[in-house]
């Protein structure tokens, strides 16, 4: 590929094939001229790449459950250990961390974080902001208070139930955060990551998720309004609730999960917020899709 940065001209065969990606217009082979600037940034922000890791795939209790004795709590396969769901989303440049629940802590120990941009969250139920003090380290090394996005809803509960790290009489040594208010109408960037927020409801509770690029983050999901299932279109990585096999008044179970995913027609699918009644993932794997993964702690996938 040839750029003449004085000129912004730029004659390559690849890169008419970009540009037609990009303004679905064909360009005469014998050159054109582009601003360079905003040809850098489309190409970034059409090429970037980022890494996934499930930090958590459990629901609300986590697996194994306290005090159970069932098949799937007592699998000596770590992907029958989940602790509660969270995701991690990393760029060469960004490092961003969605729901931080009681495992946070754990979760970013097993995966040696030392820095994070922000902390994008769904819901204010326990299992999505218990951990939110464990931020405290991250303050000192970044020498900074952590973005969070949430809604309203979201930050009413955060007042209170971190109300130490508010006001006059804040706790010197409590957690330092940023408060960044969305709502289901917000796009936003941290680093080099645009976001889409798209609401859902959990039961009858509206809640956020998240589009990145064609990657699509759905936690807590029982239904999508016809409106917000538009900003889901075109996904080609999906990641969505599955509780287990029976009907839930808040949750997709795993036929529901199915239909949904075959609804949305993505690339890979892959299923998290899974309870022990689940069963085991070597069990359950095989019966699966040829697209869907049933998730589990410490998985990676590469958005290319």
């Known amino acids: 590929m040839v750029i003449y940065r004085k000129r912004g001209f730029c004659h390559n065969d690849k890169f008419r094939a ?3 990606y990009i303004t679905k217009k064909r360009l005469p082979k014998e050159g054109f001229i582009v601003p360079l600037q905003s040809l850098i940034y489309l190409y970034n922000k059409i ?3 980022f890494r996934v890791t499930f930090l958590g795939t459990g629901t609300s209790m986590g697996v194994p ?3 159970c004795k069932c098949e799937v ?3 000596d396969d770590p992907r029958d250990t989940r602790t509660r769901t969270a995701i991690l989303l990393q760029s060469d440049t960004t490092t961003v961390v969605i729901d931080a629940g009681p495992d946070f802590r754990q979760q970013v120990l097993r995966e ?3 820095k994070i941009d922000a902390i994008v969250l769904t819901h204010e139920h326990r299992d999505h902001i218990a951990g939110l003090d464990d931020i405290r380290p991250f ?3 970044q020498d900074a208070a952590m973005p969070i996005y949430a809604n309203d809803a979201v930050e009413t509960v955060i007042k209170r139930e971190y109300h130490y790290a508010f006001g006059e009489n804040r706790y010197p040594g409590g957690p330092r955060f940023d408060l ?3 709502d289901k109408h917000a796009k936003f960037t941290i680093g080099d990551l645009d976001f889409q927020a798209i609401e859902i409801l959990h039961g009858s509770l509206p809640i956020l998720c998240y589009r990145i690029q064609n990657f699509t983050y759905i936690t807590d999901c029982k239904t999508i309004s016809a409106v917000e299932f538009e900003k ?3 996904t080609k990585i999906l990641v969505i609730n599955a509780l287990h096999h029976k009907g839930h008044y808040s949750h997709l179970n795993l036929e529901e999960a199915l239909e949904m995913i075959e609804r949305i027609n993505p690339e890979r699918a892959f299923l998290i917020h899974s309870s022990h009644s689940m069963g085991k993932y070597a069990d359950i794997q095989p019966t699966l899709p040829e697209n869907v993964t049933l998730s589990y702690d410490g998985l990676h996938y590469n958005y290319l």
């Open 112 to 114: 040696n974080l030392t």
């Open 18 to 20: 970009f540009l037609f």
């Open 180 to 182: 960044k208010t969305i």
């Open 47 to 49: 090429t970037l790449n």
């Open 73 to 75: 709590c007592k699998s």
């Open 139 to 141: 303050n000192i090394w």
């Open 232 to 234: 889901i279109i075109g």
């Open 65 to 67: 459950v306290v005090g």
